[in-house]
Structures are given as C-alpha cells and as structure tokens.
C-alpha cells in the first residue's frame, strides 16, 4: 500500500474511489483506512473562523515544487474543488523555468510517483489557504537522493525568488544528508535559502516519512541502518515539518489527541515521521531554548501536521498509469507540509506582509506563557524496523514528550491561534 514506484515521499492506497468523494466510514468500510477531506481537516486545526473573517490567504502565493509534475492537474485540482464545495484558487499558474518537463510517460513509475505527489502537494496547500494563489514549479530532473535533481530545483527556487513570484515556498522532497558526496555539496546549495530569508518568502521542508533513517539508494530498496537526517528540511533557513496522525470524526473534531505518525508495522516498515539531528548544521540560535534534546546540532522537524496513511488525505487524480480517474488516500510528510504552507499563506495575509524566515517566531512562541497557537503532542514515537539483506534492523527514533522532541518538534498547530501570534511575534 505504499506509493507505486520510487521516490517521492507520498504514499497512498491503491483503492479508487469514483464518483463522488467517500466518507470516513465508507473508507474504513473498503479499504480498513480512514480517510479525510479538507473540511475536516479545516477543523482539527481550527480554521474555519479565520475563513469566516475573510482570511483565506488571499493576496499571497504559494509555489509548490515539483519534478516533472502532473499532465491533468488543472482539471484535476477544477474536480477537487467541485468535489468538496472549494473556490478556484485566484491564480494557478505551472512554470518550467529551467527547462521543459520530459513529457509524461505513464510506464515510468518515477514519473508518476511524482504526478501523484503534485497532487497531492497543489490540492492540500489549496485545502488550506483557499483563496491563496497557485505557482506550480516543474523541474526536468527527477529528484531521489543525494544531488540528483537539486540543482534544478535550487535553480528553479532561485527564480522564483529573483521575480517574486511566491510568498511561500513547499518542499514535499528530502534526501539524507549521509547521501550526498560531502558537507561542502550541500552547502553549494543553498542559495535559493539564501535568497528566500533575504526576500522574506517562507521555505518548507519534509522531514521525511523513514523515522530517523532515510534511503541509501534511489529506488528506496535499501535504508542506512543508522540514524539519518534528511536535507533540506535540516538546514536552518527552513521550516521542517514532520508527520502526526490524526483521529477525527465525520465532522473533523478530534476524538483523540493526534500522535506521532508510526505505520511502521501497518505498512511495512521504515514508516514514521522524520526527524533527528543535522550532521551538517550546528544548532542554530532559535533552538538555544532546546538544547538539551538538540545538543549542539540543528534538530527537526520544528512543527508536524498530519501525515497518516490510516487518516490520509482524500486525493483525487485522474492520469493515466493509475487504475482510475477517482480519489485515492494519500499520506506522508509530503502531505505535512503543503498542508502548513497553507496556514503560512493565512499567517502572511494576516500580518499584512510576507512573514519569510518564521523559525524564531515558532520557538519564541512555544515559550511564550499564555500562547496557544502551538499545540505540544505528547504521544507516539518514530523509531523504525525493518528487513534488509536478510538482516532485522532497529534506528531508534525519538518518543514524543512534554515540550521539543525529536519526532514531534514542537508539536502542531491550533490556526485561530497559531495565525495571529505568529504574525505578532515575525515582526520585521
């Protein structure tokens, strides 16, 4: 039940749904998982009275990055929104600034690995920041792990910042830092980062859907038997999100308190929300408060959003290389993060300008006494096992507790809160 073919992140069930979109129940019914639509999700993060007052996102962008993209997004995202009662977005708008995308083959399971991912990364930045405008940014070369890939898309974020085309920017793509040549490579990349803090956009980052390893190898056939943290949602001018699962009812009230995501066991593992420490980065000032589980190393993620298979997002596709235009049940930190772009884009409405680096807001919020905007979770954990080479192994992840973890970061977010103190407390 993992996604079909390679990398991206995104992992979905194989079980179409045609027609109109499904209940909870009819999901649990036919395929044992739960599934949930943007309505429901509006509410488990309370922001539904944001939309009431008029703050939807409007006026902001959101660019979300992409290689290769998907040949049917438009009329798809134009079926999602009928679907579940969503405005068009103002704008949407597909780039190719650093080359034309090969065209879409679908018996290439890379390519449609990452259609699936564009749709879900484009429906759910929608989902939450409904009257945000749409940048889809399509990239030539697939990214998998280590260098591959990332030069374009650096490049293609170089863009996007040079012409001001987004306010906020949506990575649903990591690689471990173990598998690049050497520090110094990642560090060659970072000037989209660069360029984003001084252009005040905001940079989201996966954490990664492996516990605290990550891939050895581009077909996700082997994992380091190690802990692994992945780039770029480590390095310190991102935002890293990581995964929880959610418990909702048909009205999206949570029944439960949200735990760290862990379908290790339910899918076959290495499954769980990322997260760990940096080998590349020191710990940066914003993350003095957390010292004593960070040590002198950048930890992530910062905040978790939901990630689930079993409580995925409802994703609808229509593309060929699938069995059926229809919703399919999506999940991982790839859902996570187009869903916190969204609240980003809310956030940047709210406060009246783009807010761009908002790492030393969300830690100065965490400690400030009274604020509620950030929810701390305090259950679940991301260690993971798994077979490989006729070996059982174990990377012990971090369990979720009062305060930062290492699985949960800071915890999540309550977005009538969370919104106007991150615009009070991102001041420039």
Known sequence: ??????????????????????TTV?????????????????TAYNMKSLYQDKW?????????????????????????????????????????????????????????????????????????????????????????IGLQGFPQIVAAENYVIKHKMADVISQSLAAAEASFPSASSILKLRSAYIAAVKAHVTVLGAAGDWGETSPSDASESTYYTHAAANWPATDPLVTSVGGLQLHLNAAGDQVLAPNVW??????????????????????????????????????VPDLSMSASVDGGALVYM?????????YYIIGGTSEATPLLAGVIAVADQYAGHPLGLINPALYKIAATKGETGIVDVTTGENTVTFVQNGHTYTVPGAVAGPGYDLSSGLGTIDGASFVPELAKADQW
Request: contains cysteine.
């Open 26 to 42: 009819q999901c649990l019914n036919s395929t044992g998982f739960a599934c949930y639509s943007p309505s429901q999700f509006e």
């Open 1 to 22: 039940m993992a996604a079909a073919g390679i990398p991206p992140m995104s992992k979905f069930v194989n079980r179409p749904f045609a027609g109109t979109p499904p």
């Open 318 to 326: 229509s593309f060929k290389g699938l069995p059926g235009p229809a």
């Open 56 to 144: 939807t996102g409007a006026g902001e962008t959101i660019a979300l990055v992409d290689s290769f993209g998907s040949p049917t997004i438009k009329q798809d995202l134009a079926t999602f929104d009928a679907g579940f009662g969503l405005p068009a977005p103002p704008s949407f708008k597909v780039i190719q600034p650093v080359g034309k995308v090969p065209a879409y083959n679908p018996d290439n399971s890379l390519m449609v690995s990452w259609a699936e991912e564009t749709s879900l990364d484009v429906e759910y930045a929608h989902a939450m920041a409904p009257g945000a405008n749409l940048l889809l940014v399509e990239t030539p070369v697939a990214e998998t």
């Open 262 to 299: 862990n379908e290790n066991s339910l899918l076959g593992g290495p499954v769980a929300g990322g997260g760990g420490v940096s080998s590349v980065f020191g710990r940066p000032s914003y993350q003095n408060s957390v010292e004593s589980v960070v040590g002198d190393h950048r930890g």
